[in-house]
């Protein structure tokens, strides 16, 4: 089995562009936080993201230096979401968690922001239909050049009996107050030797707390221990909402 796994940091940067950014329109301006707001918020953050203890045993924390997100893309700026001031657009504070390497080479990221109010962490969630309509075509291409160069570097050539398919598609789910589910599918198709790899991305909202995940695994149809995992978001979420000043 051929090791693309430079296509999977793409996978999973992509999507969490597609499913964080905002629309970058101008709402309603919001209320200046209060000092007890900052200092709840910024403490709460970093708490949002999953870590190890919030999964089963299976899970574990990848090696120092493992970062996975950083490859290097070429996107347009205002489809660039190697920044979180992009990936989550007008939130107070932001935060990421570790990458956390599961059963069969499964990957999963998480993210957070806190909002001033729960009118603007909606408002960034409902932005990302815009974002995926402008950036569709940048993202794919963005895949399928990052899957040609590590295939190529393993000395595979994609040949006229060769093509790499990427669909990206927003799937039905509810969880918490608002959520958007993103699936993103990549098949290699190469002679005798047919590659899938798919990526499910999830933001979901509690108050003014906006989470988001994103697992990746070999294979077609997602993931099916996605649900517990963001059930697990959930429960951060919440917990920092909890902790946020009335």
């Not at 968690?97 to 993210?111: C, D, H, I, K, N």
């Not at 295939?151 to 990206?168: E, K, P, Q």
């Not at 906006?210 to 978001?233: H, M, N, Q, S």
């Amino acid at each position: 089995m051929i090791d693309v796994r430079a296509l999977t940091f793409c996978l999973c940067a992509c999507l969490l562009a597609v499913a964080a950014c905002g629309d970058g329109s101008d709402a309603t301006p919001s209320p200046s936080p209060t000092p007890d707001f900052e200092t709840s918020a910024a403490s709460a953050a970093p708490g949002v993201p999953l870590a190890v203890g919030d999964l089963t045993s299976d899970w574990s924390q990848a090696a120092e230096g493992d970062v996975g997100l950083t490859q290097n893309v070429d996107l347009p700026e205002g489809c660039n979401i190697f920044d979180l001031n992009v990936a989550f657009p007008g939130a107070f504070v932001r935060a990421s968690g570790p990458a956390l390497r599961g059963p069969e080479g499964a990957q999963v990221t998480s993210y957070a922001a806190i909002y001033r109010t729960a009118d603007d962490a909606q408002h960034a969630i409902d932005g990302t239909r815009e974002i995926l309509g402008r950036c569709q075509d940048d993202y794919k291409s963005a895949v399928e050049k990052i899957a040609d160069d590590a295939l190529t570097a393993l000395g595979v050539n994609l040949g006229f009996l060769s093509s790499i398919d990427v669909t990206l598609d927003e799937l039905p789910q509810s969880t918490a107050d608002g959520s958007v589910f993103y699936r993103l599918e990549a098949k290699v198709n190469l002679p005798g030797d047919d590659l899938h790899y798919t990526l499910d991305a999830t933001v979901v909202r509690v108050g003014r707390v906006v989470a988001a995940d994103t697992y990746y695994a070999a294979g077609e149809g997602g993931a099916p221990a996605d649900g517990d995992i963001t059930a697990a978001l959930v429960r951060s979420a919440a917990d920092a909402e909890g902790a946020l000043p009335r």
